[in-house]
């Protein structure tokens, strides 16, 4: 390019895109994001093969229903469009260099625009040299300088909506959440990430995590998956308040942040259900075993099928543990329903298949894509690690584990979140069983328990059920016996955030802000 001297640049090719990063770095990338990256391309191009699908099924329920031939004709016409044409559209609502846009716009089939948006002017210009650095026009991929808000409310009450609205914050997607429910088309996707994990994980400032999620986040067992739920409850409360609702596709625990796929629709009827689809989570502070108690209730009349919504009865839990006699902790309120589409899920695993050469982190998708398949459909999870740390005893082979719980007549699978975990729909008292059935084939030594301890209450009974560690067909899942990264270790040395770019770093840290931000833009955009 003859008006950008290349010797002021570096360049970092990722997909099809290749970004000029200037070498004083004024804007931000993080390269162990392109797992991220990789991931939204493969969501969005199913997301739309779906979205493609439903219409089709439409005009073709119109074109047979016509009754004459001008009607069939336009009919038709509308049929043979959806094929050819490009009428999908998406923002970055916050866009930092425009290498995610970048690669949507060159790795999404039929996309008619990506609006890429920044506060920032250097983030602007970059924007625009990679734009035209990568040959791409800027009707495809569109400079767009604004506040990530007001871009989105101007979309309300038009229809002008996106079909896909994707936040990728530094820190919290909180303060932007209610302008992209409102702007994401009706059926369209929202892709959310959240980065202040330490938050929603509740290692630090639960106070924090109510401020921003309005809910509280559980530290003990299950931290990363009750951080989804969180979110997902935040998006589904956003929502609602404009009788839309949303539908989780992927819910991903990955690395230092969380993703989030769900589509928005509008359907009062929908927002109805939301009630019933929150909870409330109790965690014992002593054993961890868990309860999920439902917000709202909803039942069917038997004499007109009308459907009825109350609040739902509880409390779920006594003062104290059952189990352990400890107190409890209370999380949320949360999501409580499925955190994702199965079948969803399984068409965007065999894209990632069936394109393995266009995504260069292909085997780790492969690999998480396969354990969110294998997931049951059951809220959080145990961990091998602190049940036998409860109990005090040897470590059980998780394929003996898993073994027991299907000989007893219960799901179970690991979590994408966390390796060796344990996510089944058995009670915490099946689960204690086996414990107490493989204490009694590797005795624990009682002197060395201290006398408040749970495993002393837990041990004190006898096992209910008929425990059988006898190896199942069904305990070792598919993605157990492949070659495949099913949970990725520490992709480079010094991983994680990376600081947030451009000239105010140094001042931003001296002044010792708590709020990080892609370039600043949290504090700017809610001043503004």
């Not at 050469?357 to 690999?367: C, D, E, I, Q, V």
Request: aromatic fraction near 8%.
């Amino acid at each position: 390019m003859e008006d950008i001297d290349i010797t002021q640049f570096n360049t970092v090719t990722e997909g099809k895109a290749t970004i000029l990063f200037p070498k004083h770095n004024e804007v931000f990338y993080n390269p162990v994001q392109q797992f991220n990256r990789d991931m939204s391309i493969a969501a969005i191009r199913t997301w739309n093969e779906v979205f493609t699908q439903e219409k089709r099924e439409r005009i073709e329920k119109k074109l047979a229903k016509a009754k004459d031939q001008e009607a069939k004709e336009k009919i038709q016409k509308s049929l043979d469009d959806l094929e050819t044409e490009s009428k999908f559209t998406i923002l970055e609502a916050l866009a930092a260099s425009g290498l995610r846009s970048i690669r949507y716009a060159k790795e999404i089939p039929k996309l008619k625009q990506v609006v890429c948006n920044d506060i920032e002017l250097e983030a602007m210009e970059s924007i625009k040299r990679n734009v035209k650095y990568n040959n791409l026009s800027e009707e495809l991929v569109k400079p767009n300088h604004g506040d990530a808000m007001r871009v989105m409310y101007d979309c309300v009450g038009t229809d002008k909506k996106f079909h896909v609205v994707d936040l990728d914050p530094y820190g919290s997607a909180a303060p932007f959440v209610d302008g992209a429910v409102q702007a994401v088309a009706d059926g369209g996707l929202l892709c959310v990430t959240c980065t202040d994990l330490a938050i929603l994980a509740g290692s630090m400032h639960p106070e924090t995590c109510y401020g921003k999620y309005a809910g509280m986040p559980l530290k003990g067992m299950f931290p990363h998956e009750m951080a989804l739920r969180l979110v997902l409850q935040m998006l589904q409360t956003s929502a609602g308040r404009y009788k839309r609702h949303i539908v989780p596709l992927v819910s991903c625990s990955i690395d230092f942040y969380l993703r989030v796929f769900v589509r928005v629709f509008t359907s009062p009827k929908e927002v109805k259900m939301s009630a019933s689809r929150m909870a409330t989570i109790y965690e014992c502070s002593g054993c961890n075993a868990y309860t999920v108690q439902p917000l709202g209730k909803m039942t069917i009349k038997k004499e007109n099928g009308a459907e009825r919504h109350t609040p739902a009865t509880g409390p779920a839990v006594n003062t104290h543990c059952e189990h352990c006699e400890h107190i409890h902790h209370i999380g949320g309120p949360a999501w409580g329903g499925k955190i994702h589409d199965k079948a969803f899920v399984g068409k965007m695993l065999q894209h990632v298949k069936d394109n393995e050469s266009n995504y260069g982190t292909n085997a780790r998708m492969k690999g998480m894509l396969t354990v969110i398949h294998e997931e049951i459909d059951a809220p959080l999870y145990w961990t091998l690690g602190r049940l036998t740390g409860t109990i005090h005893c040897n470590s059980m082979p998780i394929l003996d584990l898993y073994s027991a719980i299907l000989n007893a007549g219960y799901k179970v699978s690991s979590s994408h979140c966390q390796p060796q975990s344990v996510k089944t729909d058995a009670p915490a008292s099946v689960m204690w069983d086996i414990f107490r059935a493989w204490v009694k084939k590797n005795p624990v030594v009682m002197k060395n328990i201290a006398e408040n301890s749970p495993a002393r209450k837990i041990l004190a009974k006898e096992p209910s059920i008929e425990v059988d560690f006898t190896k199942h067909a069904e305990a070792s899942a598919e993605s157990r016996n492949v070659n495949l990264v099913r949970y990725q270790v520490n992709p480079t040395a010094n991983w994680g955030p990376k600081a947030r770019a451009g000239k105010k770093r140094k001042a931003d840290e001296e002044e010792g802000g708590e709020e990080e931000g892609k370039n600043n833009k949290e504090q700017k955009q809610n001043s503004s």
